[in-house]
């Protein structure tokens, strides 16, 4: 697994422990997820394996949306999935994302955030949303996600 893809497993492996995945069908539950440099740090190892014999191995890596797809098959979700490259994490347009598919009943739940990572620098902040979430959780906005995400 390269480094994108462990950084978001990993990150999603501490923010579901206590997530009820058996109240959704594995339909209802997706992920938004977005960063700045896409699968950049993996095309520079691939590049770089390619000048003498390209591998495969890394090849694979070298899309960004691997990653929800490695949370995906971990955690069996079924449900719509994206993946977005931006210059800065954009709060609103995440949040504008997550509530249609969940306004629309495409989903029920979903993770939703930024995982990034380029040599040494990486940071991964993901949110779990629940469409009927009870009134124990951080009211899901973007203004809220922004004050999360400026504080790690």
């Not at 949110?127 to 004050?147: C, H, P, Q, R």
Request: glycine share 6%.
């Amino acid at each position: 697994m390269d480094n994108l893809s462990k950084l978001g497993w990993l990150a999603s492996e501490i923010l579901l422990k206590d997530f009820k995945k058996e109240n959704y069908a594995a339909e209802e539950i997706g992920l938004v997820v977005a960063n700045r440099n896409s699968s950049l740090d993996d095309d520079i190892k691939y590049w770089e394996s390619a000048k003498e014999v390209a591998s495969p191995s890394l090849f694979v890596y070298t899309l960004p949306n691997i990653v929800i797809g490695e949370i995906c098959i971990r955690n069996n979700f079924k449900g719509e999935h994206a993946f977005y490259i931006q210059q800065e994490f954009d709060a609103g347009f995440i949040a504008k994302q997550v509530n249609y598919l969940l306004d629309e009943d495409i989903l029920q739940a979903c993770i939703c955030g930024w995982v990034d990572v380029l040599g040494e620098d990486y940071k991964a902040v993901l949110y779990l949303v629940e469409k009927d979430a009870d009134g124990s959780t951080i009211g899901f906005s973007a203004e809220n996600m922004n004050i999360i995400f400026n504080k790690l």
